[in-house]
């Protein structure tokens, strides 16, 4: 069973011209989705918390149409 359907569900036939950044503080985490979408060249992974990810994303001259998160949310200690 696959075991992250949205993003096989995003480098489908259905979305082929996507290009997906996976992003994740845990390098285990990135280990399994490289070993599931490795050989996808339009995923991308990258390892690294929220604020080097807002470093490297802004960085980049181009834009996300869709961003994604699970298990993000919950962990941010400073709440407005």
Known sequence: ???M???A???S???STAHITAIDVNA??????RSEFGSVSAVEFVTCDSTEAER????????F???????FLHWIQDRV
Do not use: G, H, N, Y
């Open 1 to 3: 069973p696959e075991t």
């Open 5 to 7: 359907p949205l993003t």
């Open 9 to 11: 569900s995003l480098v």
């Open 13 to 15: 036939r259905q979305c």
């Open 28 to 33: 285990a985490m990135i280990a399994c989705a």
């Open 56 to 63: 490297l994303l802004a960085r980049r001259q181009s834009k």
């Open 65 to 71: 149409d869709v961003v994604v998160s699970f298990f």
